[in-house]
Nanobody, 124 residues
Framework: QVQLVESGGGLVQAGGSLRLSCAAS????????MGWFRQAPGKESEFVAAISRSGGKAYNVDFVKGRFTISRDNAKNTVYLQMNSLLPEDTADYYCAADRRGFGASTRTSYDYWGQGTQVTVSS
C-alpha cells in the first residue's frame, strides 16, 4: 500500500507556471511507475504524463508537449509535474498515480494507487 499526496496547485494567470509535487509514503516508491492525470469540470479524466520507475522513460501527451515535464526524485519519494506556459484549458484537478509494475502508462487501469488531487486554475 502506498499513499500519495499532491501539492502545488493554485490559481495562476495564463502564460504562468506551476510545479506540482506528489509525495509518496513507503519504501517502494522507486519500484513504481508514476503518472499524472487531470479532470476538468464536466469532462472525463485524461492522461497527462508518465515516468518509469527509474526515470529513464518519460512521456506526455501531445497537448502538453513542450510545456509540461514530468520528473521524479526517488531519494525524496516524490514525482513532479512542471507546467509552463499554462493555458485556461489546463484548468483541472490534477491527480498522481502509482503503477506497481513500474512502467508508467497512459491508461487509468494501469495504476493501482491514486492521490486526492490538487486543483489548478488558469485565468485568462
Amino acid at each position: 500500500q502506498v499513499q500519495l499526496v499532491e501539492s502545488g496547485g493554485g490559481l495562476v494567470q495564463a502564460g504562468g507556471s506551476l510545479r506540482l509535487s506528489c509525495a509518496a509514503s513507503g519504501r517502494l516508491f522507486s519500484s513504481y511507475g508514476m503518472g499524472w492525470f487531470r479532470q476538468a469540470p464536466g469532462k472525463e479524466s485524461e492522461f497527462v504524463a508518465a515516468i518509469s520507475r527509474s526515470g529513464g522513460k518519460a512521456y506526455n501527451v501531445d497537448f502538453v508537449k513542450g510545456r509540461f515535464t514530468i520528473s521524479r526524485d526517488n531519494a525524496k519519494n516524490t514525482v513532479y509535474l512542471q507546467m509552463n506556459s499554462l493555458l485556461p484549458e489546463d484548468t483541472a484537478d490534477y491527480y498522481c498515480a502509482a503503477d506497481r509494475r513500474g512502467f508508467g502508462a497512459s491508461t487509468r487501469t494501469s495504476y493501482d494507487y491514486w492521490g486526492q488531487g490538487t486543483q489548478v486554475t488558469v485565468s485568462s
